[in-house]
């Protein structure tokens, strides 16, 4: 695992988890290819696997057992399973897990099958199983370049993904899931990692081309969010993440044309104007159009509108889903206002008013963009850069809901579309890291 406020000077190992305990596995399958496999129960007791072989490891009391064959069973608290000699990275190398999932609380969520480098650690937590991907950090970010963005992206969007991908990591700010055994989990939350599935060789050049380098600011390595597309205007981040601005990921538009920059979204009228048109930007249908961008995508997004996108409700459907996600108690919901807005157009909170099922009204706040988000869609709102509006707009009870938005995800530093139409029209890589992440420089660290 990584060393807390440490930078290292040579490449560390990760632990990735792969399976998480809000999961909730009873039993975990794999396929060991055809490479050289041993599998252990804590350490003690070793066992050489066959090419070609499954494994179904379950969970017992207290333990994790492994049948192989009638003969062997393996049982304990964390069984491992190790490869020995080197680990050679192509598309699909690795052990197969079955059944992963991908997209944990998304529209997106499914579950796939996911080949992993490096050696695994299968143990329980919970009553439930954990699975954990101990693999060289150099081998995760290969896999995290086409795990983000697709193997038709040219190479400096790939190199400048990478380098976002290594600084976020290395400044190992968050740190959610630490006290699991893991450094970061293999979805959204924290960086997509889906092993070798969509590994190439651009991938594996962009990880060479870029290795051990960071964007730092002051000394420090930089904290390199990023999102799928902001939607026209980087967000700050205070105001997604609070706790005080970094000077590196501020407000600013997603175009190097300064006669376009002033712009401020902070009001109702100047987000929906904003919603109406389609401004000039790296992440607009202008520079990549929408039906082109799936070459492009993770394997796991889909075709659709990132830039400009809406979502209409009925009366009924707002009710039920508020009802669901803030448990209301609601009969009729009588309006959705708007609260403060970050420099992108994004909500800091919301007001619910309602009736309950007494008749009496009520007002439920929300704060913060990802509870925002996740309180106006069963599968998460793409956006909190929004503008809602009602029909019939006064008087009665509305009967609709209307709710356009701008960008995927959070919008805060390097916004992955931005990034892919700045490639495309030949910015390098540094220029890329500089745009997103202002004041920045480039070091190599190992």
């Not at 963005?149 to 968050?174: D, F, H, K, Y």
């Not at 051990?212 to 205007?233: E, L, N």
């Not at 805060?412 to 920045?440: D, F, K, V």
Request: hydrophobic share 40%; net charge negative.
């Amino acid at each position: 695992m990584l060393s807390e406020h440490v930078i290292p000077q040579s490449e560390p190992d990760l632990s990735v988890g792969i399976i998480l305990p809000e999961d909730n596995i009873q039993q975990v399958v794999v396929d060991i290819p055809m490479a050289d496999y041993n599998v252990s129960a804590n350490d003690a007791y070793v066992v050489d696997l066959k090419n070609e072989t499954t494994l179904t490891f379950s969970l017992a009391i207290n333990k994790v057992q492994l049948r192989i064959g009638d003969d062997v069973e393996l049982n304990g608290e964390s069984l491992f399973i190790r490869q020995v000699g080197e680990c050679h990275m192509q598309q699909n190398a690795g052990i197969l897990v079955h059944d992963v999932v991908a997209g944990r609380g998304f529209h997106w969520r499914k579950k796939i099958g996911v080949y992993l480098p490096g050696d695994l650690e299968i143990k329980f937590i919970d009553n439930t199983l954990v699975l954990i991907n101990h693999v060289s950090f150099e081998h995760y970010l290969m896999c995290v370049a086409t795990s983000e963005m697709g193997a038709a992206c040219p190479p400096a969007l790939i190199e400048a993904q990478t380098i976002a991908a290594r600084s976020w990591m290395l400044a190992n700010v968050e740190k959610k899931h630490r006290h699991l055994g893991m450094d970061v989990c293999n979805d959204d939350c924290c960086q997509r990692y889906q092993g070798t599935n969509f590994l190439t060789e651009q991938s594996i050049t962009g990880a060479q081309n870029s290795h051990g380098i960071v964007a730092m600011y002051k000394g420090a390595i930089c904290d390199a969010r990023y999102s799928k597309s902001c939607g026209g205007m980087m967000e700050s981040f205070d105001t997604i993440w609070g706790g005080g601005d970094l000077a590196y990921m501020q407000v600013k538009r997603d175009i190097v044309d300064d006669s376009e920059q002033k712009v401020d979204l902070r009001s109702n009228d100047a987000m929906r104007h904003w919603l109406e048109t389609v401004p000039n930007s790296f992440c607009s249908p202008k520079t990549i159009p929408e039906n082109e961008l799936i070459r492009y995508l993770g394997g796991v997004d889909e075709e659709g509108h990132y830039y400009r996108w809406e979502v209409r409700f009925s009366q009924l459907e707002m009710t039920a889903e508020l009802n669901r996600t803030l448990s209301l108690g609601a009969d009729k919901i009588a309006a959705i206002t708007t609260g403060q807005r970050g420099g992108s157009g994004r909500l800091k909170s919301i007001d619910i008013v309602y009736i309950d099922k007494m008749g009496e009204k009520q007002k439920k706040t929300v704060q913060g963009d990802v509870a925002i988000r996740a309180a106006l869609h069963a599968k998460f709102l793409y956006s909190s850069a929004i503008h809602i509006t009602s029909s019939p707009p006064q008087g009665a009870l509305p009967e609709q809901f209307h709710i356009r938005g701008a960008g995927w995800g959070h919008g805060a530093g390097l916004c992955q579309i931005g990034a892919l139409g700045m490639a495309l029209e030949n910015y390098s890589t540094e220029e890329i890291i500089l745009h997103y992440y202002p004041g920045s420089n480039l070091v190599k660290l190992y």
